[in-house]
């Protein structure tokens, strides 16, 4: 069993190229190196995926960095349905600023964050470990369980659509601008943009009612230096397997079974029940 380490928490601002404040947080735990974790759509740094997992990390001596994307929590900017790429350079911002004083061993992303961290990848090379947890690789898919069945109809003639909570109260609204964003966000030619020296781990849940399991697959054909790891029985947030979720990322960071010059690791592990 790890030692527990002592972990300083500091409060960190990062502007990004559009002079809006990121407010991210730094769990030091001794180690030069520090993980960088995104978290999900509408959601926070605080996310309770991500905090279990920078418990994780902390406990096990790696320091990590968790912040709000712009528009979310505590950072600044307006909420924008999609997205990706902004966030994208929201992250490069942030590593940016934490290579100053650190080395990034890592970046991991929870749903829409495996996104940008898998686009972050293919957009700049300087980080060669990446985790997808629960990303979407088809992002056509998923839209109209949020904005309903005739929602293209709808963002044509009204130029945006409201998506509502139970109460009819708006949550957020999509442009068509913010739609085409997603639409036009190419999964497929990221991940063959992806360098070899990179490794990356996708890591998702066979019982995610969000994003299908088979979204993960796809990951694992396309990526050339991959590992892809099912954790039978998880839903999209991990909720009665938080701790294996947190030993296979230990596990990956740690490992350097996976050289640089590999081929790809087409291989899939499925976690016992």
Same mark, same amino acid.
């Given at each position: 069993?790890?030692?527990?380490t002592?972990?300083?928490?500091q409060?960190?601002?990062?502007?990004?190229?559009?002079?809006?404040?990121?407010?991210?947080?730094?769990?030091?735990?001794?180690?030069?190196?520090?993980?960088?974790?995104?978290?999900?759509?509408?959601?926070?740094?605080?996310?309770? +995926?991500?905090?279990? =997992?920078?418990?994780? &990390?902390? /406990? *096990?001596?790696?320091? #990590?960095f968790?912040?709000?994307?712009? !528009?979310?929590?505590?950072?600044?900017?307006?909420?924008?349905?999609?997205?990706y790429?902004?966030e994208?350079?929201?992250?490069?911002?942030?590593?940016?600023?934490?290579?100053a004083?650190?080395?990034?061993?890592?970046i991991?992303?929870?749903?829409?964050?495996?996104?940008?961290?898998?686009?972050?990848?293919?957009?700049?090379?300087?980080?060669?470990?990446?985790?997808?947890?629960?990303?979407?690789?088809?992002?056509?898919?998923?839209?109209k369980?949020r904005?309903?069945?005739k929602f293209?109809?709808?963002?044509?003639?009204?130029?945006?659509?409201d998506?509502?909570?139970?109460?009819?109260?708006?949550?957020?609204?999509? +442009?068509?601008e913010? =739609?085409?964003?997603? &639409?036009? /966000? *190419?999964?497929?030619? #990221?991940?063959?943009?992806?360098?070899? !020296?990179?490794?990356?781990?996708?890591v998702h849940?066979?019982?995610?009612?969000i994003?299908?399991?088979?979204?993960?697959?796809?990951?694992?054909?396309?990526?050339?230096?991959?590992?892809?790891?099912?954790v039978?029985g998880?839903?999209?947030?991990?909720?009665?397997?938080?701790e294996?979720?947190?030993?296979?990322?230990?596990?990956f960071?740690?490992?350097?079974?996976?050289?640089?010059?590999?081929?790809?690791?087409?291989?899939?592990?499925?976690?016992?029940?």
């Amino acid at each position: 069993m790890a030692t527990a380490t002592p972990v300083a928490q500091q409060r960190v601002v990062v502007p990004n190229k559009h002079g809006e404040k990121l407010v991210g947080v730094l769990h030091s735990a001794g180690s030069k190196e520090v993980v960088v974790l995104c978290h999900g759509f509408r959601a926070t740094k605080e996310d309770n +995926t991500i905090v279990k =997992l920078i418990c994780a &990390l902390t /406990t *096990n001596g790696i320091s #990590a960095f968790h912040f709000d994307f712009s !528009g979310n929590g505590e950072s600044e900017g307006v909420f924008q349905y999609g997205n990706y790429r902004k966030e994208a350079e929201d992250l490069r911002a942030v590593i940016l600023c934490l290579s100053a004083t650190h080395e990034i061993g890592a970046i991991l992303g929870h749903s829409k964050g495996g996104n940008v961290v898998v686009l972050y990848a293919s957009m700049y090379h300087d980080v060669r470990t990446v985790i997808n947890v629960s990303g979407r690789f088809a992002l056509d898919r998923g839209i109209k369980g949020r904005l309903g069945e005739k929602f293209m109809l709808r963002i044509k003639r009204d130029g945006y659509v409201d998506v509502m909570d139970k109460t009819g109260k708006v949550e957020f609204r999509v +442009t068509e601008e913010s =739609l085409m964003d997603r &639409l036009s /966000t *190419n999964m497929h030619e #990221a991940c063959l943009s992806i360098e070899n !020296g990179c490794r990356v781990l996708t890591v998702h849940g066979s019982s995610d009612e969000i994003i299908p399991v088979e979204d993960a697959f796809e990951f694992a054909k396309l990526i050339p230096n991959h590992k892809l790891h099912i954790v039978e029985g998880a839903n999209h947030c991990y909720t009665e397997h938080q701790e294996e979720l947190a030993s296979v990322v230990l596990d990956f960071i740690k490992s350097n079974q996976v050289p640089l010059s590999c081929p790809r690791d087409t291989g899939t592990v499925f976690s016992r029940m």
